[in-house]
């Protein structure tokens, strides 16, 4: 099994909806989650950090979950510039997943 | 921008010849990680330097290894390339204490024919 697992996607959203997707993860000593955005052939920029039970920027909610070992994230309010590759991360391999493919449609 | 920087940018190599990818880090931190991403995937953990020493390795064979220097700045180096070796090399900096947020370079495309 992967360390870390995510919903392929895509989700494919008209603008102002909300989109949420999961991660899971596979190593329960991971104290530390990452949500990293990437855009086509650029590099991952660090979109949220999760602690503890989530963290909350703007648009933007991660949740952690550690009875069921997932991590998620939602997006409220979808712009045309949220459109991207979402990558989760744990701190402990420093495994990243595959990527969520969101595209946010006029 | 992170303050992660690689070089080169692009880099187009022969199979069977060696790489040096370069990196230096975010002011402050002395944590490095490579990762190597294929088209469509996400990145894969090639290894880990702390201090200078090497602090964790995924799965990659023997022929990809690296070094980290005194200021923190990084190599890492590819013997007896192969054509799946062609990919996206990310370096990451981050600090060797929480909070542990990884800090990304624009990476090297390598592509070898």
């Known amino acids: 099994r992967k360390e870390v697992e995510q919903d392929p996607g895509p989700f494919n959203v008209p603008e102002g909806a909300t989109v949420a997707f999961n991660c899971t993860y596979s190593n329960s000593a991971s104290q530390s989650f990452f949500w990293y955005r990437q855009d086509c052939r650029k590099e991952p920029k660090l979109l949220m950090s999760?602690?503890?039970s989530g963290n909350e920027d703007g648009r933007f909610t991660a949740q952690l979950n550690r009875a069921s070992q997932y991590i998620s994230l939602l997006i409220r309010d979808s712009k045309l510039s949220d459109s991207a590759t979402y990558l989760c991360?744990?701190?402990?391999?420093?495994?990243f997943g595959a990527g969520t493919t969101v595209t946010v449609r006029a | 921008e992170t303050g992660v920087t690689q070089s080169p940018t692009h880099l187009i190599k022969t199979r069977g010849q060696q790489v040096t990818l370069r990196c230096s880090s975010q002011s402050g931190h002395n944590t490095v990680s490579w990762y190597q991403q294929a088209l469509g995937q996400g990145p894969q953990f090639i290894f880990q330097?702390?201090?200078?020493?090497?602090?964790g390795r995924g799965n990659f064979p023997p022929r990809f290894s690296g070094l980290q220097f005194p200021n923190y700045s990084s190599e890492l180096n590819v013997n007896a390339l192969e054509l799946d070796d062609s990919a996206l090399y990310l370096c990451?900096?981050?600090?060797?204490?929480?909070?542990?947020?990884?800090?990304f370079g624009p990476g090297t495309r390598l592509t070898v024919t």
């Open positions: 991360s744990d701190d402990y391999k420093l495994s």
């Open positions: 990451a900096s981050r600090a060797g204490r929480p909070p542990y947020e990884q800090y």
């Open positions: 330097y702390y201090r200078e020493e090497e602090n």
């Open positions: 999760v602690y503890s």
